[in-house]
Structure formats: structure tokens, C-alpha cells
């Protein structure tokens, strides 16, 4: 909304800013002015001279492309190293991933053929297991003590 117009039917015209009328100090328009607006054009006066200021800032023009052209390659380089990180972890979760699948498997026939073999005997599972936690005991003593 524009600040001359009203906001309702019964409210008051209020003034213009003064921002809205003063001269930029930055070579870039404000976002409510147009690009034409704000510019001053770069025009020599009747005897071929430039003003100062249009010279300086003419002459810092390069510096700040150089500077901006700089950050734009370190973020390049940088979205590059950050993708490279990306794919290579992807490739370790898919790995890891891999892994645990093998190990599920190989685990799931190993449970298969003990509770095979458990049955082959005549001793239930539990008594197995109460072997084994046993055998464990026995390793977990002799490796402490």
C-alpha cells in the first residue's frame, strides 16, 4: 500500500515519508523504486569530466566484482566437496546397510540349525540356553580373573 493512500474509509491522508523524495546514497534502488529512478546517469559534464563520485564508484566497481567472483568459486568448490561428502556416505550407509543384512541372514541359520540340532537331541531350548549362559559365565571368570 502506498503511504498516501488511506488505510479505511474514515482515515486520514498522511504524509509522504522523506525517504520516499531523498537521493539514494547507494548506487542500488530501494525495493519501492524503479531501477530507473534511482540511478543517476553517468554522463560527463560540458567540458568531458566525470564527477568524483561517479569515478569512485565507477573504479570500485571491478574490486567488488572480483570479491563477489571469488566467494562464488569458494561456495562452488564448496557445494562440490560437500556432494562428494554426500555420495560417499551414501555409499557406507548402502555398505553398512549390506552388512546388517548379511549378518541377519547368517544369524537367523545359525538360530535355525541350534534349534534344529536342539531338537535332534531331545533337550529342550532351554537348557540350551542355560549351557551356554553358563559357558559364558566360565569365559567372562577365567577372563577377569
Do not use: C
Not at 7 to 25: D, K, N
Not at 58 to 77: G, R, V
Not at 89 to 115: D, H, K, N, Y
Amino acid at each position: 500500500m502506498h503511504p498516501t493512500t488511506p488505510q479505511s474509509a474514515g482515515a486520514m491522508h498522511q504524509r509522504p515519508t522523506p525517504y520516499l523524495h531523498a537521493r539514494p546514497s547507494s548506487p542500488y534502488p530501494p525495493a519501492h523504486q524503479s531501477a530507473a529512478s534511482a540511478y543517476r546517469p553517468a554522463t560527463p559534464n560540458a567540458r568531458g569530466q566525470y564527477s568524483a563520485s561517479t569515478l569512485s564508484s565507477l573504479e570500485a566497481q571491478p574490486a567488488e566484482l572480483d570479491a563477489m567472483a571469488s566467494k562464488i568459486h569458494q561456495l562452488k568448490e564448496l557445494s562440490i566437496a560437500i556432494g562428494g561428502e554426500i555420495r560417499e556416505s551414501s555409499r557406507v550407509v548402502e555398505g553398512l546397510e549390506e552388512g546388517f543384512e548379511s549378518a541377519r541372514r547368517q544369524l537367523g541359520g545359525t538360530m535355525r540349525r541350534m534349534l534344529r540340532m536342539a531338537e535332534r537331541t531331545g533337550v529342550g531350548w532351554r537348557a540350551w540356553v542355560g549351557f551356554f549362559a553358563v559357558l559364558a559365565g566360565l569365559f567372562f571368570w577365567v577372563w577377569v580373573f
